[in-house]
């Protein structure tokens, strides 16, 4: 039987002109451009990495969003995974992390599980980093995050991975299955392959609404989220920095303190 894995990837806003809707106070997404999420392509590749090394293993992409999302799952089946689920529905939208989190293991448990859950650390439009570790509860997975180096022996079970901590290192062992959220530091992502692109035309996108992942009603969607969001707003540009220029370093210092003084810093 094939080792599964499953990668929880997100489509996220490539630009710099992000809109805010006044009502909900979430982005608006219908009409920008978009990409796979930074830490969710490194999640993939490592999957992709486990099927190189063996090929008896069937990589799937799940995410949820709107319909445009199933241009990222291609792009991500161009790249090698297997199969692409896209859960959509107004039902499901808006929803915070707890309840993103609650679809996704609503989607994972439709599927039949996995020996492997990858995810990206956070997601740039939202930089929560709680998803991953939400799902792991819900699917009572064990969990290690900041994932930034990645070994599987060849039973397939057991696991070594290396987690970033904010002074250093862990080494730890785990055992399949399990949940890992991935930074950036472990591998660069693949680009999409030429067969990879051709190939596409053979593979579909599953789409399923909330009624298809058999999700409860009451914990998905922005009347079901427990977060408030006080206020969204997109932050005016800093001006430039002003280059201060002397010929010693005493000079340097005095022309610092006096411009320090002007604007009442010090």
């Not at 309840?99 to 492997?116: E, M």
Request: hydrophobic residues 40%.
């Amino acid at each position: 039987m094939a080792f599964r894995i499953i990668v929880c990837a997100k489509q996220v806003p490539d630009t710099n002109e992000i809109k805010i809707d006044p009502v909900k106070k979430t982005l608006i997404r219908e009409g920008v451009p978009s990409i796979l999420n930074h830490d969710d392509a490194n999640a993939l590749e490592e999957a992709l990495k486990v099927k190189d090394q063996y090929p008896d293993t069937h990589v799937t992409v799940v995410t949820m969003g709107p319909p445009q999302a199933k241009d990222m799952l291609l792009e991500c089946l161009a790249m090698g995974a297997d199969e692409g689920v896209l859960v959509s529905d107004r039902a499901v939208g808006g929803s915070d992390t707890w309840a993103t989190s609650n679809a996704l293991a609503a989607a994972i448990h439709k599927l039949g599980g996995c020996d492997l859950l990858f995810a990206g650390r956070q997601a740039i439009d939202g930089d929560t980093a709680q998803v991953g570790p939400q799902l792991a509860e819900k699917l009572g997975l064990p969990q290690v995050t900041y994932v930034t180096e990645f070994k599987i022996e060849s039973n397939m079970k057991d696991i070594t991975v290396k987690r970033a901590m904010e002074d250093g290192y862990e080494l730890i062992k785990i055992q399949a299955p399990c949940m890992l959220t991935a930074i950036k530091e472990l591998n660069q992502p693949r680009y999409m392959s030429i067969n990879g692109i051709f190939g596409l035309k053979n593979k579909e996108i599953k789409v399923w609404n909330a009624k298809d992942i058999e999700v409860d009603l009451a914990t998905v969607g922005l009347d079901a989220s427990p977060t408030n969001v006080y206020r969204s707003f997109t932050p005016v540009p800093k001006g430039k920095g002003k280059m201060i220029e002397a010929d010693t370093d005493t000079e340097l210092a005095q022309k610092l303190l006096i411009n320090l003084k002007a604007k009442h810093v010090i």
